[in-house]
């Protein structure tokens, strides 16, 4: 273990509280770093001064009994601590810039009794540099099948970077892999043939994802289905028996404005499992606010204000 002020890279790195929420998060990015066999940061942030006041614990006593619950579960791991006296979800924005993924719990100590996200893991989902994995503590409503189930909900070729961390990801947790291409109708489609017509247009939008992407990676154990639905109700309601979902979160040029769409709110808020946050990184501020071709689809839409992170 050691304390250190630069990130290593192509690592999984991880926020602590000392929360039971935040250890939960903890296993789960130790098995995210050995399953990809890199190193694991433990970053500890605390804000001081204005609305804040210290913290009793001492930082360094919770990066020390977050390692060595990590040691004593992964013997084998790498192993590093960083405390820094910030804005926790500034610090892992900026640690997010050198890692393989990140990982948050859903909410610490500070969050309210019953609340679901705390606003520390809802500002990095909306500006994590780094796919980003918001851990649920809670058990699943329903049995996880066996072998595991890795679900990526897709809107189409933009979405590519979602899919091929989706596959990754099925082969790292020997899982099978479940590709939701979810769509609904538009103003346009108002006759039958017009309906008929959409439908086989999002069936071939959702083939092309796929093709290349699993002639690349046969050896994951693959369904494919276009579903006509509210993409935010089809993907949680598939989250029941999953163990992660994956989505694409669309992210301006410019880095600000609104980064977070009602689809991703939705899952992070009543998924049963794990969310991956795969950020896309390229619309301008005049194509996030443009009128779609397609109904939303999966991180689609906006609805969080931009908060001054990096």
Known sequence: MSLRSEPPHGHVVVGTDGSRVATHALDQAAGEAHRRQVPLEIVHAWPWGGAYEPLDDDPQDILAKAAQHVTDRSPGLQVTTTAVPDDAAEVLVQRSRTAALTVVGTRGNGGFKGLLLGSVSLRVAAHCRSPLLIVRHES????????????????????????????????????????????????????????????????????????????????????????RGAPAQILTDASATSAVVVIAAHRRKSGL???????????????????????????????????QKHPEGPAQGHAEEADGLP
């Open 257 to 291: 404005g609104l980064q977070l769409g009602p689809v991703t709110h939705a899952l992070l808020h009543h998924a049963s499992c794990h969310v991956a946050l795969v950020p896309v990184m390229g619309l301008t501020d005049a194509e996030a606010i443009a009128p």
């Open 140 to 227: 699943a409503t329903q049995p996880i099948s066996s072998p595991p189930t890795v679900v990526v909900g897709l809107r189409g070729e933009e979405d590519d970077p979602a899919a091929v961390f989706a596959f990754a990801e099925a082969l790292r947790r020997n899982a099978n892999l479940s590709i939701v291409h979810a769509w609904t109708y538009n103003r346009n489609d108002r006759t039958h043939g017009d309906r008929a017509s959409r439908a086989r247009q999002e069936e071939l939008t959702a083939a092309r994802v796929v093709k290349a992407l699993h002639r690349e990676n046969p050896f994951v154990q693959l369904d494919s289905r276009s579903v």
